[in-house]
Nanobody, 118 residues
Framework: QVQLVESGGGLVQPGGSLRLSCAAS????????MAWYRQAPGKQRELVAA???????NYADSVKGRFIISRDNAKNTVYLQMNSLKPEDTAVYYC????????????WGQGTQVTVSS
């Protein structure tokens, strides 16, 4: 069973930075696609950034140029570096994993709260 555990959320002022981490059980980071989603109050969950097993990345337009997704296969960990944070980035951020042969993001962490406020 795949388990994902997020950490690194918190309160940050506008313009600040945070780095989220997602630790995965087993050696899945190198062979699964990994992603960060977020859900703000009253809004649908949305894809923030994703990285495939081959290293291809994609980002939501709202975070391009500010967020960077990366992974450390040796540590089975995926990161989301968030820079120039804005109040509209406030949300619960979730880590997710998808098998290479599936279109479904089947595995989810419990989420970590990010609040951007002065």
């Amino acid at each position: 069973q795949v388990q994902l555990v997020e950490s690194g959320g918190g309160l940050v002022q506008p313009g600040g930075s945070l780095r989220l981490s997602c630790a995965a059980s087993g050696s899945i980071v190198s062979i699964y696609s990994m992603a960060w989603y977020r859900q703000a109050p009253g809004k649908q969950r949305e894809l923030v950034a994703a990285v495939t097993s081959k290293g291809s990345t994609n980002y939501a337009d709202s975070v391009k140029g500010r967020f960077i997704i990366s992974r450390d296969n040796a540590k089975n960990t995926v990161y989301l570096q968030m820079n120039s944070l804005k109040p509209e980035d406030t949300a619960v951020y979730y880590c997710s994993a998808r098998r290479a042969d599936s279109v479904y993001w089947a595995y989810w962490g419990q989420g970590t709260q990010v609040t951007v406020s002065s």
